[in-house]
C-alpha cells in the first residue's frame, strides 16, 4: 500500500480518517497534532522551566523528545526530566538507563526521586496492597514525589506522557464510579493551586498505538518491560472494553474525549481550595494521601 500524499509505502493506516500514510508523512502528521496541543495547553513566557516526568516508557519518552525538539534550542526555556524510582526490582532500573542516556545526549537535567524516600518501596508494598491494588499505592506516591520535585526545580508545568487511550480509560472510570470530583481534577490542568504544579499533556489526543509508531519510525530508545503489578489493575478492565469499541467503531476514544471536553466547563471542584500536610504537599483532608497510605503500609509490613 503506497502513501496518500506520495509515493512510498505506507507504514500505517490511520483507521479512524481512512489515510495511508508514509513514515515521513506520519511524522509530519504526528508532529503537527502535539504542537497543536501544546499551544492549546500552556503559553510559556521566557524564564519559564518545564518539567517532563519521565518513566523510560514509549509515551513518556515520546513527550521528553517532542519538547526538546520544540524548545530546546530556546535559552529561556529550560527542560528538566524527573524520573521515579519505585522499587521494582528488573523493571525500574533498566528504563532509567534508558532516560539517563538520553538525557545525557541531549542535554537535559535529570532528577531521580525514590519511593525510598518515604520509606517504602513497591517490592515490599505489593504482597500487603489488600483491596486497593498496588498501583493506587504506587500512583499516590509518584504523583507526590513529583509533584514535589517539579516543585523544588522551580517548574511552571509538569509535562506527563498521558495518551488518549489513559485518558478515555480515566474519563470513562470516573463516569463510571460517579467521580465527579476526579474528573474536574482530569489534566490539563487550568486552575493553579497553591503548592501543586499544573500538568499539561501533549499527547493528549494521540493514540498510544500511533505514540509507539512515532517512536520506532523516528529512533526514540524506550523501555518496553511491563511493571509485574499491572495485571492486578483496575483499568486493564476499562482499557478492555474502550479497545473493543474502537475496534467496532473507529474514533470512539476520540469520540470520549469529545464529549468529556464538552462537559468540562461545567465541571466544578466545589471551590476547595488546597492546603499543606504536615509534609509540605498540597491536600484538601487534614493529610494527604501518600502519608495516609504510607502509614498504612508501615503497619502492615510491621504485623507481618
Keep these: 500500500m503506497k502513501c496518500d500524499s506520495c509515493s512510498k509505502d505506507a507504514i500505517t493506516l490511520v483507521r479512524y480518517n481512512g489515510s495511508h500514510l508514509c513514515a515521513d508523512h506520519f511524522r ?6 502535539v504542537k497543536r496541543e501544546i499551544r492549546k495547553q500552556v503559553d510559556l513566557h521566557s524564564g519559564d522551566v518545564i518539567a517532563v516526568a519521565v518513566s523510560g516508557g514509549k509515551d513518556s519518552m515520546v513527550t521528553l523528545h517532542m519538547l526538546q525538539s520544540i524548545f530546546g534550542s530556546r535559552k529561556d526555556i529550560d527542560i528538566h526530566a524527573i524520573s ?11 528504563s532509567l538507563d534508558i532516560v539517563r542516556e538520553y538525557c545525557l545526549k541531549a542535554g537535559i537535567r535529570y532528577h531521580v526521586r525514590g519511593f525510598d524516600e518515604l520509606g517504602v518501596s513497591m517490592d515490599a508494598a505489593a504482597p500487603v496492597c489488600r483491596e486497593n491494588g498496588p498501583c493506587t499505592y504506587c500512583g499516590v506516591f509518584r504523583r507526590k514525589l513529583m509533584n514535589d520535585e517539579a516543585r523544588r526545580i522551580g517548574a511552571r508545568f509538569l509535562a506527563t506522557g498521558h495518551n488518549l487511550d489513559d ?5 470513562l472510570m470516573n463516569f463510571v464510579r460517579g467521580d465527579v470530583d476526579r474528573l474536574a481534577r482530569l489534566g ?3 486552575k493553579v493551586q497553591p503548592g501543586l504544579v499544573p500538568r499539561f499533556l501533549p499527547l493528549r489526543m494521540i493514540p ?3 505514540s509507539l509508531l512515532y517512536a520506532i519510525a523516528s529512533g526514540i530508545p524506550f523501555w518496553d518491560g511491563e511493571c509485574p503489578y499491572y495485571g492486578d489493575a483496575l483499568r486493564n478492565q476499562y482499557r478492555k472494553v474502550i479497545d473493543e469499541l474502537e475496534d467496532a467503531s473507529p474514533g470512539t476514544k476520540f469520540g ?7 462537559l468540562r466547563p461545567l465541571l466544578s471542584d466545589g471551590g476547595k481550595s488546597l492546603h499543606a500536610c504536615e509534609c509540605g504537599e498540597p491536600t484538601l483532608g487534614a493529610r494527604c ?7 498504612e503500609l508501615a503497619e502492615r509490613i510491621r504485623r507481618l
Design 167 to 171: 485518558m478515555a480509560q480515566s474519563v
Design 28 to 33: 509530519n502528521y504526528f508532529e503537527k497534532r
Design 289 to 295: 494521601k501518600a502519608c495516609e497510605l504510607r502509614d
Design 256 to 262: 470520549i474525549m469529545s464529549s468529556y471536553d464538552s
Design 188 to 190: 490539563p490542568h487550568t
Design 208 to 210: 498510544e498505538k500511533e
Design 84 to 94: 521515579i524510582d519505585e522499587g521494582i526490582e528488573g523493571y525500574r532500573p533498566p
